[in-house]
């Protein structure tokens, strides 16, 4: 059954008479179709029942016949009205469910096209479809998880005293292309005390000898799906004291929820297996953010590992397992890799080494 079929099955079970997908992941996932994101609507009309049309600009039929989706095309001219072929594939529906990332412009022009229908999010109904990862999603989340390890291999060729944390970072993007994806996600470079700033990503500062540098790097590949992964690095010099014993902490709290994590836990029992190993060592107010977050077509998506998130986990959910350490003004630290739940256990994407590595 195709994606969209699924779709339009749990929305039938849910009460939502319609769908309406505009570019972004969600079309993505159903269609196969990497939109651009443009000022002219393109919408998937996605009924509970019936067959779907994706409606898009004139000028952009080709690219999205090229996509290869299975549904009718239906485009519209630079004179006409693009919600008002939507109001005719809506028809008088009730409930029309909206994904999350329309634009905010898109919602009030269906609002008015629309009055009499009620408006919610499409988007949990499209996550229970996209928490479960199928076999092939898995294959090009292992190959995102290998290019991005390939990156992390070749570090020394660029991480030394004296360049920035700019020069680097442009270096790493290169190579992150070069090592099979399309596109460069996100390149973090903290260095010394910028390292306990988890979402720091670069800056001129000039990398010192003696710095700890934490490197959080990710990507999408031709299958369009993401890799994410971080490690730390010694820019030369000694270990500072401290940053060895709270690493040596950080190790452990990541070791034992990668052996913890499987199906049939809660995401928040896996928070709590590694928080608790920081907090009993003294770090507990310096982990400052969740244990992880899904990753597939997006970086960041279902499910989320958190204190409070009772899901459990199911075979075929893939997330990060990152804890972190933060010293502000010092240093920091995080962990990341990627791993899929599999029917008793659980498969680690990322595999390069998790000691701090001292180039």
């Not at 095309?73 to 909206?98: H, Q, R, Y």
């Not at 996100?186 to 910028?194: A, E, Q, T």
């Not at 500062?205 to 730390?232: F, K, L, M, Q, W």
Request: hydrophobic share 40%; with cysteine.
């Amino acid at each position: 059954m195709s994606r969209w079929r699924k779709a339009q099955a749990l929305a039938a079970s849910e009460g939502i008479d319609a769908l309406l997908v505009t570019p972004g992941a969600d079309l993505r996932y159903l269609t196969g179709y990497t939109a651009l994101p443009l000022e002219r609507l393109t919408c998937l009309v996605l009924p509970a029942h019936g067959d779907p049309t994706l409606i898009v600009p004139a000028l952009e039929a080709a690219a999205a016949g090229a996509s290869g989706v299975d549904v009718a095309i239906a485009t519209w001219t630079e004179t006409e009205d693009p919600f008002a072929l939507v109001t005719d594939l809506v028809g008088d529906a009730a409930t029309i469910g909206l994904d999350d990332h329309m634009w905010a412009s898109r919602v009030f022009a269906l609002k008015d096209a629309l009055p009499n229908s009620r408006q919610v999010l499409a988007g949990p109904l499209v996550q229970e479809l996209r928490i479960r990862k199928e076999a092939d999603e898995i294959t090009a989340l292992r190959e995102a998880g290998q290019a991005i390890d390939r990156v992390h291999a070749r570090m020394g060729e660029w991480l030394r005293p004296g360049r920035t944390e700019r020069e680097v970072g442009a270096d790493i993007a290169r190579a992150i292309i070069d090592e099979g994806h399309e596109t460069v996600d996100f390149v973090i470079v903290g260095s010394g005390p910028n390292g306990a700033s988890p979402h720091h990503e670069l800056s001129d500062r000039v990398i010192e000898e003696g710095d700890p540098v934490v490197i959080d790097i990710g990507g999408t590949n031709h299958a369009g799906y993401c890799s994410d992964s971080t490690r730390n690095y010694l820019a030369g010099g000694a270990v500072p004291a401290e940053y060895a014993e709270f690493y040596g902490v950080l190790q452990a709290a990541q070791r034992a929820q990668l052996d913890y994590a499987k199906p049939g836990v809660t995401a928040e029992s896996v928070d709590a297996v590694g928080r608790a190993i920081i907090t009993e060592a003294g770090y507990g107010d310096r982990f400052i953010h969740r244990t992880g977050h899904g990753i597939g077509q997006e970086t960041h998506e279902e499910p989320y590992i958190v204190e409070g998130s009772s899901l459990v986990l199911e075979e075929g959910m893939a997330f990060s397992i990152e804890p972190g350490i933060y010293l502000e003004g010092r240093f920091g630290a995080r962990i990341e890799d990627i791993v899929v739940c599999t029917a008793d256990g659980l498969e680690v994407l990322n595999n390069q080494p998790r000691e701090l590595i001292a180039l």
